[in-house]
């Protein structure tokens, strides 16, 4: 039932990554220097997100519509994948795409969305015009007394105040574009506190005794499956469960702490980002014909159906939308 799940889930992320894929224009090199973005209007640093949409939607759109769209409006997507070959094919560029090149690409596409859709609720949300968010401006529906109550359920003011307290690193009162990008997207953030924060939220509907922490019957029933069920799309050997606990209980105490449990975060709360890197397992799985755990162009292309579904049109209107 559970790899099931996963199946539905990683078709979904099929259908969005084709078409991140397809679509996403080969990245602009670096600038030189940090500036202002003039239209999206944060300070764009070495390290910012590289990424304007409107810019991906418009480059040059009368050239690629001659390229890879046909005389009856029909999407070339043959043309379209010897055009992005290359762009994937670098670490080496040998002619093969191997899932870390595969993996790599998938994952910055999907950090090009995440710093999109961060920018988009900073703009909606910046009242002052400062660049940053403050938590008043974010959720103006809760009132001081909400506050003061500091209700913790799921939800609620002081839920999301404590996450917001943690994404706010250098505790001015107000989130940055990085910050603000950590606390919408907690499941791909580097932030450890913001990942023992994720983690203490999900034990809780794992923890029976609640002793926060879990011991191996709570490992097997709630944990072990979810982490296994993504790892068998890795084409490794799956551990045990007994031998998948002794490896986390650092300890040796016979229970799991939050700390101990990080390193199977990404599998029992996956982000964007996770299933990116799942969809790369996916992809080169199902074209490789010979083997060899790479794909070449002609791979690709015999298989082109998979790069490419009919549900584009929903999907690439849908101007990368989520709801936090």
């Given at each position: 039932?559970?790899?099931?799940?996963?199946?539905?889930?990683?078709?979904?992320?099929?259908?969005?990554?084709?078409?991140?894929?397809?679509?996403?224009?080969?990245?602009?090199?670096?600038?030189?220097?940090?500036?202002?973005?003039?239209?999206?209007?944060?300070?764009?640093?070495?390290?910012?997100?590289?990424?304007?949409?409107?810019?991906?939607?418009?480059?040059?759109?009368?050239?690629?519509?001659?390229?890879?769209?046909?005389?009856?409006?029909?999407?070339?997507?043959?043309?379209?994948?010897?055009?992005?070959?290359?762009?994937?094919?670098?670490?080496?560029?040998?002619?093969?795409?191997?899932?870390?090149?595969?993996?790599?690409?998938?994952?910055?596409?999907?950090?090009?969305?995440?710093?999109?859709?961060?920018?988009?609720?900073?703009?909606?949300?910046?009242?002052?015009?400062?660049?940053?968010v403050s938590f008043k401006e974010f959720f103006p529906q809760f009132s001081s007394l909400d506050l003061a109550n500091n209700e913790m359920g799921h939800g609620q003011a002081g839920w999301w105040m404590e996450l917001f307290k943690i994404a706010d690193v250098n505790e001015n009162g107000i989130l940055d574009f990085h910050e603000f990008n950590n606390f919408l997207h907690p499941e791909d953030s580097q932030n450890t506190r913001i990942k023992i924060w994720l983690l203490k939220e999900k034990i809780k509907r794992m923890d029976d005794d609640g002793d926060e922490r879990l011991d191996f019957n709570e490992f097997v029933t709630y944990a072990y499956n979810a982490y296994k069920t993504y790892v068998e799309f890795e084409k490794i050997r799956v551990p045990t469960a007994e031998e998948k606990f002794a490896d986390l209980d650092v300890d040796h105490d016979n229970f799991l702490s939050v700390e101990e449990l990080l390193p199977i975060l990404p599998y029992l709360k996956p982000g964007?980002?996770?299933?990116?890197?799942?969809?790369?397992?996916?992809?080169?799985?199902?074209?490789?014909?010979?083997?060899?755990?790479?794909?070449?162009?002609?791979?690709?292309?015999?298989?082109?159906?998979?790069?490419?579904?009919?549900?584009?049109?929903?999907?690439?209107?849908?101007?990368?939308?989520?709801?936090?």
């Open positions: 039932m559970a790899r099931a799940v996963v199946i539905t889930i990683l078709y979904a992320l099929l259908i969005t990554g084709a078409v991140a894929l397809l679509f996403s224009s080969i990245p602009p090199r670096q600038p030189a220097a940090a500036g202002v973005h003039r239209r999206l209007g944060y300070n764009k640093l070495p390290s910012s997100p590289n990424f304007d949409p409107l810019l991906e939607k418009i480059h040059r759109p009368d050239d690629d519509a001659v390229t890879y769209f046909g005389e009856e409006g029909r999407f070339n997507i043959t043309k379209r994948l010897v055009a992005l070959f290359p762009a994937v094919d670098k670490s080496p560029a040998d002619g093969r795409i191997g899932f870390s090149e595969m993996a790599n690409w998938n994952v910055a596409r999907g950090s090009d969305r995440l710093a999109y859709r961060t920018q988009k609720e900073l703009l909606s949300h910046d009242r002052d015009g400062d660049g940053a964007e980002l996770t299933y990116a890197k799942s969809y790369a397992h996916y992809l080169i799985d199902a074209a490789d014909d010979d083997g060899d755990d790479h794909l070449t162009l002609q791979e690709m292309l015999n298989h082109e159906t998979i790069f490419y579904t009919a549900i584009y049109d929903s999907v690439y209107e849908s101007d990368y939308h989520d709801e936090l």
